[in-house]
């Protein structure tokens, strides 16, 4: 049976060379693992929630909201919480993404502090930024399919930052949100339910298919210990069965720990806000927004003018060009960095002082504009804030840089001697 399926198909030759590529193990590069067995929680969780869900805003009534009249799609939540195992399954689904989003942030992290984004990998990085870019996205269109009170308001700082968009905010708006987003507009939930459960997540499996087929093609960069276990060589396992089986372990891991999450920390509670009102709750955005809430929040209302029948305000300069300004940044780093020979091996952070303390820098802004989103809680005055955003990350790149050259520098002078004895014992063999 196996010898007439390999006449066919080239069982044998497909085995050889697919199955038996080898992969470096190292625990840093699971991090991409966990991104995608996130990704495939999501798809699963979200096939249990599609069943059970009505995308519309229809008044309905029943036992569940003791006969109160709700929008349909808040008491869809309400049964599904109803049913055995179903709040925790939701919960899953809102846990799921908070992780494939962390963990898509670290690995990109892990790929710029070891300079993994270099020759030839350079377009594998730029799909790794959309790929994180557009995982944030999709996260945000979920926001109000609850419905409720505190989910609609949430949706609305994503909505007013779309809306501000100079001369195409209209538009982002009708494809966004089919209009207006407000407690009355029918279309709207309908048409963030079709981008969030297809469009949007048919989008992430093209690019999260063509992120791995670079990879495979293009092959891991491995640690430094390998150039001197097998110069030019993939150190490593092959991926059947040794790969696999690492996999299959750190998935089962990954599910059970969420799971556990889940369960303990029940995801958005929709009865506790109810259903939209006129009253607006006080409301903060998740953590992967919550530094550009931050610096909403700091901007004067005054930083406003009009150009060509445009208005350039607030929302303009935090929500989008902020933003924008670091995603061009992030997808320019490989060719700002370039290097003309081929990268086959992670580098030393400590080896990079520049481009290690920018990270801790970028780590630092990113800190300190979320700090930003407290400030009324803290009662911190903008002045202070301004600082702890702007002076704060560049002082930290600035000292990171100091330190990083003060502690390491004697070891590059000792391995550069070192290499320098070697080469000159080779010279007079």
């Given at each position: 049976?196996?010898?007439?399926?390999?006449?066919?198909?080239?069982?044998?030759?497909?085995?050889?060379?697919?199955?038996?590529?080898?992969?470096?193990?190292?625990?840093?590069?699971?991090?991409?693992?966990?991104?995608?067995?996130?990704?495939?929680?999501?798809?699963?969780?979200?096939?249990?929630?599609?069943?059970?869900?009505?995308?519309?805003?229809?008044?309905?009534?029943?036992?569940?909201?003791n006969g109160q009249e709700v929008p349909a799609a808040y008491y869809s939540v309400l049964y599904i919480d109803?049913?055995?195992?179903?709040?925790?399954?939701?919960?899953?689904?809102?846990?799921?993404?908070?992780?494939?989003?962390?963990?898509?942030?670290?690995?990109?992290?892990?790929?710029?502090?070891?300079?993994?984004?270099?020759?030839?990998?350079?377009?594998?990085?730029?799909?790794?930024?959309?790929?994180?870019?557009?995982?944030?996205?999709?996260?945000?269109?979920?926001?109000?399919?609850?419905?409720?009170?505190?989910?609609?308001?949430?949706?609305?700082?994503?909505?007013?930052?779309?809306?501000?968009?100079?001369?195409?905010?209209?538009?982002?708006?009708?494809?966004?949100?089919?209009?207006?987003?407000?407690?009355?507009?029918?279309?709207?939930?309908?048409?963030?339910?079709?981008?969030?459960?297809?469009?949007?997540?048919?989008?992430?499996?093209?690019?999260?298919?063509?992120?791995?087929?670079?990879?495979?093609?293009?092959?891991?960069?491995?640690?430094?210990?390998?150039?001197?276990?097998?110069?030019?060589?993939?150190?490593?396992?092959?991926?059947?069965?040794?790969?696999?089986?690492?996999?299959?372990?750190?998935?089962?891991i990954y599910l059970g720990a969420t799971t556990f999450i889940a369960g303990a920390f029940l995801a958005h509670p929709v009865q506790a806000f109810g259903p939209p009102t006129a009253n607006t709750?006080?409301?903060?955005?998740?953590?992967?927004?919550?530094?550009?809430?931050?610096?909403?929040?700091?901007?004067?209302?005054?930083?406003?003018?009009?150009?060509?029948?445009?208005?350039?305000?607030?929302?303009?300069?935090?929500?989008?060009?902020?933003?924008?300004?670091?995603?061009?940044?992030?997808?320019?780093?490989?060719?700002?960095?370039?290097?003309?020979?081929?990268?086959?091996?992670?580098?030393?952070?400590?080896?990079?002082?520049?481009?290690?303390?920018?990270?801790?820098?970028?780590?630092?802004?990113?800190?300190?504009?979320?700090?930003?989103?407290?400030?009324?809680?803290?009662?911190?005055?903008?002045?202070?804030?301004?600082?702890?955003?702007?002076?704060?990350?560049?002082?930290?790149?600035?000292?990171?840089?100091?330190?990083?050259?003060?502690?390491?520098?004697?070891?590059?002078?000792?391995?550069?001697?070192?290499?320098?004895?070697?080469?000159?014992?080779?010279?007079?063999?």
């Amino acid at each position: 049976m196996y010898q007439w399926l390999d006449d066919r198909l080239g069982i044998g030759k497909l085995y050889a060379k697919a199955f038996r590529k080898a992969f470096p193990v190292h625990h840093s590069f699971f991090l991409g693992e966990i991104t995608l067995f996130s990704f495939i929680t999501l798809v699963l969780t979200g096939i249990f929630l599609t069943l059970n869900y009505e995308p519309s805003i229809r008044p309905v009534s029943g036992p569940l909201s003791n006969g109160q009249e709700v929008p349909a799609a808040y008491y869809s939540v309400l049964y599904i919480d109803s049913l055995p195992f179903g709040a925790v399954i939701r919960s899953l689904h809102h846990w799921a993404a908070h992780i494939m989003i962390a963990a898509a942030f670290l690995h990109m992290l892990r790929i710029h502090l070891t300079g993994a984004y270099k020759n030839p990998r350079e377009l594998n990085w730029i799909v790794g930024v959309f790929l994180l870019v557009l995982a944030i996205v999709t996260a945000f269109t979920g926001y109000a399919l609850p419905f409720d009170n505190y989910a609609l308001t949430a949706t609305k700082i994503g909505y007013e930052i779309g809306a501000a968009a100079p001369w195409v905010g209209k538009l982002l708006s009708e494809i966004l949100f089919a209009g207006e987003l407000s407690p009355t507009n029918t279309q709207t939930i309908p048409r963030l339910y079709s981008i969030h459960v297809l469009w949007l997540p048919l989008t992430l499996i093209a690019l999260i298919g063509l992120h791995l087929t670079i990879m495979i093609k293009q092959k891991h960069t491995q640690p430094r210990y390998a150039e001197k276990v097998a110069p030019g060589k993939i150190v490593g396992v092959p991926l059947f069965p040794q790969q696999m089986a690492m996999m299959g372990v750190l998935f089962l891991i990954y599910l059970g720990a969420t799971t556990f999450i889940a369960g303990a920390f029940l995801a958005h509670p929709v009865q506790a806000f109810g259903p939209p009102t006129a009253n607006t709750p006080p409301v903060k955005p998740d953590w992967y927004f919550l530094w550009i809430y931050g610096i909403l929040q700091i901007i004067p209302a005054s930083w406003r003018f009009e150009f060509l029948g445009a208005t350039f305000g607030p929302q303009f300069w935090g929500g989008i060009l902020v933003p924008t300004l670091i995603i061009l940044g992030a997808l320019a780093i490989p060719f700002l960095d370039y290097s003309k020979e081929k990268q086959r091996y992670l580098e030393l952070p400590s080896r990079h002082p520049f481009r290690t303390s920018f990270v801790i820098g970028m780590l630092m802004f990113y800190l300190m504009s979320t700090l930003a989103g407290y400030k009324v809680d803290l009662k911190l005055s903008n002045e202070v804030l301004w600082v702890l955003v702007l002076v704060v990350p560049v002082v930290t790149g600035i000292v990171s840089y100091v330190l990083i050259k003060a502690i390491y520098s004697r070891d590059w002078n000792r391995e550069a001697r070192v290499e320098l004895g070697r080469k000159g014992s080779a010279a007079d063999d």
